[in-house]
């Protein structure tokens, strides 16, 4: 991350020793250490945090998608004609020869115009 080798390290180690003396050294470094770790916790605490918003974001976004979504299909069903349940008869089978309905009135003679 911060591309730092031993050598650098131990630059930094030999200069604190001779700026701090070596009875403040230990209690620097515990200090330091303390210091290191809460800022770690606290950096992993808001990442959690920000990916936690990040998921609920994502998941109100597809719930968003999935009403538009079902609003449309509803939109969609509404606008189309209904289908009929079961096929027409008297539209679908050819027109039959109207039956007389007595025999009188059924004669050899064609009606004159």
């Given at each position: 991350m911060f591309d730092i080798g031993f050598s650098e390290l131990l630059l930094?180690?030999?200069v604190a020793l001779l700026v701090l003396g070596p009875e403040r050294l230990p209690v620097a470094a515990r200090m330091a250490g303390l210091w290191i770790g809460r800022l770690k916790?606290?950096?992993?605490?808001?990442k959690t945090e920000v990916e936690r918003e990040i998921g609920a974001d994502e998941i109100r976004r597809q719930l968003h998608n999935e009403r538009i979504l079902e609003l449309e299909r509803e939109m969609k069903?509404?606008?189309?004609?209904?289908?009929?349940?079961?096929p027409d008869e008297t539209a679908t089978s050819p027109a039959a020869?109207?039956?007389?309905?007595?025999p009188a009135a059924h004669s050899d003679k064609t009606p004159s115009p």
């Open positions: 930094v180690g030999l916790r606290s950096f992993n605490t808001l069903q509404s606008l189309q004609p209904p289908a009929p349940s079961a020869p109207p039956q007389p309905a007595s």
